[in-house]
C-alpha cells in the first residue's frame, strides 16, 4: 500500500506543480481580469463535470469490481453527452457562459466526462498508477501547449486557453479509452437494465455530495463576480488554487484508501485504515498551510504580477478551512468506500447551509478575503459533521489527529520508499 500511496503522491504532487505554473502563466499573461475569465469558465466546466458524475463519478468505481464494465460504461457515456449538451444550454440561458464560450464548454467538458469515466473505473480495478500516470501527462500537455503558444506564437489569448485544453483532454481521453479496451472484461449485457438502476441508484447518491460540495467550493466565485468584478475573481482563484494544491495530500491518500476499502469487506480494518491516514493527512496540511501563509504579499507579485499582492491574504481566510478539508477528505472516502453516501451529502449539505448566507453577508464588505472566510466557515461545518459520524463508529477522538513517533517514522518511510 505504501508504494501506491508514494506513487499517488508524486504524481499529485507533480500536478500541483504543474497546476502552479500554469496559474502562473495565465496571471503574468492575461492578468487578474483574464484569470476571473478563467476562473468562471473552470467553475462551468466543474459544474458541468459534476452533473456527468451521476452516471459516472464515484458510484461507478464502487460498482467497477462487481459488475461487467461494459454494462457500466454504455450508459456513462451516452448520459455524459446528454448532459454536457444539456447543462452547457442552461448556464447558455442564465447568462453563466459568454455566447463566444458556450461552444467551449459543450466541447471540453464532453472530453473531461468521457476521460472521467474511463479513469474512474480504472480506479475501481485497482489500476490507481495508470489513473496517476494519465492525470500527470493530461496536466502536463496542458502547461507545454499553453507556454508554447503563450511565448512562443505570442497567441496571448483566452481562446488559446482553450486550445490546450482540446489537446490534453482529447489525447488523455483517447489513452484512456485505449486503456479501457485492454482490460480483460468482455462485453456481456445479462441484467443490463438491473444494472442500470444500480449504477444510477449508487451514483446519484454519491454524486449529490459532489454537488453540494462543489456549491461549497465555488459558489464565492460566482457571488464574487456578481457583487464585484472579474479582477476580484481573479485574484480569489489564485489564492484558491494555491491553498488547494495542498488538498493533493489528503486525496493522494484518499485515493489508494477509496481503491482499498471498496474491494474489502472487513469494517474493522477499514477503520484503522482511515484512522491512520487522517492523521498522516493532518499532519501534511497543516505544515504545508502554514508555509504558504507566512509567505510576504511581495513573492506572491514577483511570481504572478503586480495585482496579485493580495493574495496572501486569501490564503490566510482560507487556510484553517483547507486543513479541514484535507483532513475531512479522509472520512468522507471511508463512507464513500462503505456505500454510505447519504452521510456525506449531509456533510455537504450542512456546509451549505453556511455557504449562501456567508457569501452574501461578507463579501459585499470584504469582497475576496469574505468569500474565502465564507468557505472556511462552510468547510469546518462539513469537517464537523464527518468527524462526528466517524466518531460514533470508530470511537475515534480529536485528539487522535495529533501526531505521534509513529506518524514521523510512517511520514518518513513514505517519502523514502522507491
Given at each position: 500500500?505504501?508504494?501506491?500511496?508514494?506513487?499517488?503522491?508524486?504524481?499529485?504532487?507533480?500536478?500541483?506543480?504543474?497546476?502552479?505554473?500554469?496559474?502562473m502563466?495565465?496571471?503574468?499573461?492575461l492578468?487578474?481580469?483574464?484569470?476571473?475569465e478563467?476562473?468562471?469558465f473552470?467553475?462551468?466546466?466543474?459544474?458541468?463535470?459534476?452533473?456527468?458524475?451521476?452516471?459516472?463519478g464515484?458510484?461507478?468505481?464502487?460498482?467497477?469490481?462487481r459488475?461487467?464494465?461494459?454494462?457500466?460504461?454504455?450508459?456513462?457515456?451516452?448520459?455524459?453527452?446528454?448532459?454536457s449538451?444539456?447543462?452547457?444550454?442552461?448556464?447558455?440561458?442564465?447568462?453563466q457562459v459568454?455566447?463566444?464560450?458556450a461552444i467551449?464548454?459543450?466541447?471540453?467538458?464532453?472530453?473531461?466526462?468521457?476521460?472521467?469515466?474511463?479513469t474512474?473505473?480504472?480506479?475501481?480495478?485497482?489500476?490507481?498508477?495508470?489513473?496517476?500516470?494519465?492525470?500527470?501527462l493530461?496536466?502536463?500537455?496542458?502547461?507545454?501547449?499553453l507556454?508554447?503558444?503563450?511565448?512562443?506564437?505570442?497567441?496571448?489569448?483566452?481562446?488559446?486557453?482553450?486550445?490546450?485544453?482540446?489537446?490534453?483532454?482529447?489525447?488523455?481521453?483517447?489513452?484512456?479509452?485505449?486503456?479501457?479496451?485492454?482490460?480483460?472484461d468482455?462485453?456481456?449485457?445479462t441484467?443490463?437494465?438491473?444494472?442500470?438502476l444500480?449504477?444510477?441508484?449508487?451514483?446519484?447518491?454519491?454524486q449529490?455530495s459532489?454537488?453540494?460540495?462543489?456549491?461549497?467550493?465555488?459558489?464565492?466565485?460566482?457571488?464574487?463576480?456578481?457583487?464585484?468584478?472579474?479582477?476580484?475573481v481573479?485574484?480569489?482563484?489564485?489564492?484558491?488554487?494555491?491553498s488547494?494544491?495542498?488538498?493533493?495530500v489528503?486525496?493522494?491518500?484518499?485515493?489508494?484508501?477509496?481503491?482499498?476499502?471498496?474491494?474489502?469487506?472487513?469494517?474493522?480494518?477499514?477503520?484503522?485504515?482511515?484512522?491512520?491516514?487522517?492523521?498522516?493527512?493532518?499532519?501534511?496540511?497543516?505544515?504545508?498551510?502554514?508555509?504558504?501563509?507566512l509567505?510576504?504579499?511581495?513573492?506572491?507579485?514577483?511570481?504572478?504580477?503586480?495585482?496579485?499582492?493580495?493574495?496572501?491574504?486569501?490564503?490566510?481566510s482560507?487556510?484553517?478551512?483547507?486543513?479541514?478539508?484535507g483532513?475531512?477528505t479522509?472520512f468522507?472516502?471511508?463512507?464513500?468506500?462503505?456505500?454510505?453516501?447519504s452521510?456525506?451529502?449531509?456533510?455537504?449539505?450542512?456546509?451549505?447551509?453556511?455557504?449562501?448566507?456567508a457569501?452574501?453577508?461578507?463579501?459585499p464588505?470584504?469582497?475576496?478575503v469574505?468569500?474565502?472566510?465564507?468557505?472556511t466557515?462552510?468547510?469546518?461545518?462539513?469537517?464537523?459533521?464527518?468527524?462526528?459520524?466517524?466518531?460514533?463508529?470508530?470511537?475515534?477522538?480529536f485528539?487522535?489527529?495529533?501526531?505521534?513517533?509513529?506518524?514521523f517514522?510512517?511520514?518518513?518511510?513514505?517519502?523514502?520508499?522507491?
Open positions: 500500500m505504501l508504494a501506491k500511496i508514494l506513487h499517488t503522491f508524486t504524481s499529485r504532487v507533480g500536478i500541483a506543480g504543474l497546476n502552479f505554473l500554469i496559474v502563466l495565465t496571471a503574468q499573461v492578468g487578474a481580469s483574464g484569470r476571473g478563467i476562473g468562471i473552470g467553475a462551468n466546466l466543474a459544474l458541468v463535470i459534476l452533473f456527468t458524475g451521476l452516471l459516472g464515484t458510484g461507478l468505481a464502487y460498482l467497477t469490481p459488475t461487467n464494465i461494459y454494462q457500466l460504461l454504455l450508459p456513462a457515456y451516452v448520459w455524459s453527452v446528454l448532459v449538451g444539456l447543462v452547457t444550454v442552461l448556464l447558455y440561458f442564465l447568462d459568454p455566447p463566444e464560450f467551449h464548454l459543450f466541447g471540453l467538458s464532453l472530453l473531461l466526462a468521457l476521460f472521467t469515466v474511463n474512474t473505473v480504472l480506479v475501481g480495478k485497482e489500476k490507481v498508477k495508470l489513473f496517476n500516470y494519465l492525470s500527470f493530461q496536466t502536463l500537455l496542458l502547461i507545454v501547449v507556454a508554447t503558444g503563450f511565448l512562443v506564437f505570442k497567441q496571448q489569448t483566452i481562446a488559446f486557453y482553450f486550445t490546450a485544453l482540446y489537446w490534453a483532454y482529447g489525447f488523455t481521453f483517447t489513452l484512456s479509452f485505449i486503456a479501457i479496451l485492454l482490460l480483460p468482455r462485453p456481456d449485457f441484467g443490463f437494465q438491473q444494472n442500470i444500480h449504477l444510477f441508484k449508487f451514483g446519484s447518491t454519491a449529490l459532489n454537488i453540494i460540495t462543489f456549491l461549497n467550493y465555488r459558489l464565492g466565485y460566482y457571488f464574487l463576480n456578481t457583487l464585484t468584478d472579474s479582477k476580484a481573479g485574484i480569489f482563484s489564485v489564492g484558491v488554487s494555491l488547494e494544491a495542498i488538498w493533493m489528503g486525496r493522494s491518500l484518499a485515493l489508494v484508501q477509496y481503491a482499498k476499502l471498496v474491494n474489502t469487506e472487513d469494517p474493522e480494518a477499514a477503520k484503522q485504515l482511515t484512522i491512520k491516514l487522517a492523521r498522516l493527512s493532518f499532519l501534511v496540511t497543516f505544515t504545508a498551510v502554514l508555509v504558504l501563509a509567505l510576504p504579499p511581495v513573492v506572491f507579485q514577483l511570481i504572478f504580477g503586480e495585482e496579485f499582492g493580495s493574495v496572501n491574504t486569501v490564503i490566510w482560507l487556510g484553517l478551512g483547507i486543513i479541514a478539508i483532513t475531512s479522509i468522507s472516502h471511508y463512507f464513500a468506500g462503505r456505500g454510505k453516501y452521510i456525506n451529502n449531509w456533510a455537504s449539505f450542512s456546509g451549505l447551509l453556511l455557504t449562501v448566507p457569501c452574501w453577508l461578507l463579501i464588505k470584504l469582497g475576496f469574505g468569500a474565502g472566510m465564507a468557505s466557515l462552510s468547510y469546518l461545518a462539513a469537517f464537523t459533521f464527518l468527524y462526528w459520524k466517524f466518531r460514533k463508529e470508530s470511537g475515534f477522538s485528539t487522535q489527529l495529533l501526531p505521534g513517533k509513529t506518524d517514522q510512517e511520514l518518513k518511510k513514505l517519502l523514502r520508499k522507491k
